[in-house]
């Protein structure tokens, strides 16, 4: 850390998450952690990177600012979009708090690392060539996740970045769990192999669980149940994860906000048959399914419960299907254990909707789990290790707010540190 960073207090570190048509983005003081927010300054959202004008978005605790970015031009179009939005994202944090004299590090999430990275590592030119190497496994997200990268290193060249896999949390998984039924060759030649994703949401649930619990993470067991418009479960044994619902791609698993989750494979074909070609039939699993495509209404789950309480039938009946699909896999996960510590829900539905947690455990009563009916619809406790939503007889249900900016950040320091 230089000089006058140490002098005014600051050890920045930066954290971008950049998607195919959106990017995240947060700046943390790591020298003044120890509030509830941990130490973070601003964050913002990118959107609309593949329209002409892209919003740029910028909150701290008092204010919010919202810019608009042209993303027309010759040199623009030359540069790429995310180019365009990081350089202005990085002048106005210059113009703001000084970057370039306080920042530490920068911390990237990237959506596959294969079964190359089972951890966080140090960029540089040798890692940026494996993940370009898994482009394949995530044609839309890891070019996004390259271009931050090298967006951010045209600027600040001698700062250290460190890249966050998603898989990585999930390459601990045992042949039984991550091997698919196809020709073994698939796997040994082209990596056709489950991978898993939400990694470091899983792992930060997992770090905030052994606390919870008072335990090292080593003697943890769960299964995390992290629900957005992106859905996962996970087991987690002795802090490790050795199954989750999620494969090769984040296709794979539970009913999602507008992914079909797992179909029969010959659903395929059959539409291929009706004259479906096949970039039309990847929209259609991927964009078009889910909750949006079971309702015809939203892939927003507070809308569709809006609506289900209204009497509204295929907003009940995604709702429906969305958590009998999700008792199911929570379920299966405990194949994976020997014993439980808590079933654990996390992202915006998980912390969010006790309507899914109450459909859900009571589909799971046969195995024990309870719902304490009060405590799941008015708890107001806001520790971060989370809080309890069962009954006294039941097994631990714990609802624990994830935080992936932080996860990035505490491998990041970690990273740097010992480099």
């Known amino acids: 850390m230089n000089q006058q960073a140490r002098e005014n207090n600051q050890q920045l570190i930066l954290v971008i998450n950049c998607g195919s048509s959106s990017l995240k983005f947060a700046l943390f003081n790591?020298?003044?952690?120890?509030t509830d927010d941990k130490g973070l300054i601003i964050e913002g959202l990118a959107e609309s990177l593949n329209h002409d004008i892209a919003k740029i978005s910028f909150k701290t605790k008092t204010n919010k600012h919202v810019l608009s970015k042209p993303l027309l031009g010759d040199k623009n179009a030359a540069l790429g979009a995310h180019f365009i939005v990081i350089e202005e994202i990085l002048n106005y944090l210059e113009q703001h708090y000084k970057i370039s004299q306080t920042?530490?590090?920068?911390?990237?999430?990237?959506?596959?690392?294969?079964?190359?990275?089972?951890?966080?590592?140090?960029?540089?030119?040798?890692?940026i060539e494996q993940i370009k190497q898994c482009i394949p496994l995530a044609p839309l997200h890891n070019p996004a996740n390259l271009m931050g990268i090298e967006a951010v290193q045209s600027h600040f060249p001698s700062i250290s970045q460190v890249a966050?896999?998603?898989?990585?949390?999930?390459?601990?998984?045992?042949?039984?769990?991550?091997?698919?039924?196809?020709?073994?060759?698939?796997?040994?030649?082209?990596?056709?192999r489950r991978y898993g994703f939400h990694g470091t949401s899983h792992c930060y649930i997992t770090q905030q669980a052994?606390?919870?619990?008072?335990?090292?993470?080593?003697?943890?067991?769960l299964v995390t149940a992290h629900l957005g418009n992106g859905a996962s479960v996970a087991a987690?044994?002795?802090?490790?994860?050795?199954d989750t619902s999620m494969g090769m791609t984040p296709l794979e698993g539970l009913v999602m906000g507008t992914r079909?989750?797992?179909i029969d494979p010959g659903i395929f074909d059959f539409l291929l048959s009706k004259g479906y070609q096949p970039e039309q039939i990847s929209e259609l699993l991927n964009k078009q399914s889910g909750l949006l495509g079971i309702s015809g209404i939203s892939?927003?789950?507070?809308?569709?419960?809006d609506h289900a309480e209204q009497g509204n039938e295929r907003a009940l009946l995604a709702l429906d299907i969305f958590c009998f699909r999700l008792a199911k896999y929570i379920a299966a996960m405990i194949v994976s254990l020997k014993s439980l510590d808590a079933l654990v829900f996390t992202g915006g539905i998980g912390e969010n909707s006790s309507i899914v947690r109450e459909k859900t455990i009571h589909l799971l009563?046969?195995?024990?789990?309870?719902?304490?009916?009060?405590?799941?619809?008015?708890?107001?406790?806001?520790?971060?290790?989370?809080?309890?939503?069962?009954t006294e007889d039941s097994h631990t249900i714990l609802v624990i707010p994830t935080d992936e900016e932080s996860m990035i950040v505490q491998d990041t320091i970690s990273l740097i540190s010992q480099n």
Request: with cysteine; glycine share 8%; hydrophobic share 35%.
């Open 30 to 34: 790591l020298l003044n952690n120890h």
């Open 103 to 127: 920042l530490y590090g920068i911390g990237h999430r990237v959506v596959h690392g294969g079964s190359v990275f089972k951890q966080s590592v140090i960029i540089d030119a040798h890692v």
């Open 164 to 192: 966050v896999f998603d898989t990585a949390f999930h390459q601990s998984m045992p042949p039984m769990a991550y091997i698919y039924a196809l020709p073994y060759a698939l796997y040994q030649e082209e990596g056709v």
């Open 210 to 221: 052994a606390l919870f619990f008072d335990k090292p993470v080593s003697d943890i067991n």
């Open 236 to 242: 987690i044994k002795y802090g490790k994860s050795v």
């Open 260 to 262: 079909s989750g797992d």
């Open 299 to 305: 892939n927003d789950m507070r809308t569709l419960c």
């Open 365 to 390: 009563s046969m195995l024990g789990f309870k719902i304490h009916t009060e405590l799941n619809k008015h708890n107001t406790e806001s520790s971060p290790t989370g809080y309890k939503v069962n």
